[in-house]
Nanobody, 116 residues
């Protein structure tokens, strides 16, 4: 099983980025998918999640600015990030959890830097 995250980069405050996480070697549509982030000196924290059926949840700090979505045919989960703030600077990771079995996978991180 492999999760390949991409789409990170450097952007000015107020800008946008879209992260992608492509899965392989897994039956994608039975996995809940999540985006986490880890800023320097801080613990990894949940940003957003989407269940295998498409229900979503967000951390309060990103609610209204970020949108998580998934394309089961492409085995990919996305994180559209708008109105980015310097506080959003972090390494972003995707994670897959089977919807009822104790099966969990992490992708490698992708760096997002928001700075003027």
């Amino acid at each position: 099983v492999q999760l390949q995250a991409s789409g990170g980069g450097s952007v000015q405050p107020g800008g946008s980025l879209r992260l992608s996480c492509a899965a392989s070697g897994v039956t994608f549509n039975v996995y809940n998918m999540y985006w986490y982030r880890q800023a320097p000196g801080k613990q990894r924290a949940l940003v957003a999640g989407i269940t295998n059926l498409g229900s979503t949840n967000y951390d309060d700090f990103v609610k209204g600015r970020f949108t998580i979505s998934r394309d089961n045919a492409k085995k990919t989960v996305y994180l559209q990030m708008n109105i980015l703030k310097p506080e959003d600077t972090a390494v972003y990771y995707c994670k897959a959890n089977h919807y009822f079995m104790p099966s969990e996978y992490w992708g490698q991180g992708t760096q997002v830097t928001v700075s003027s």
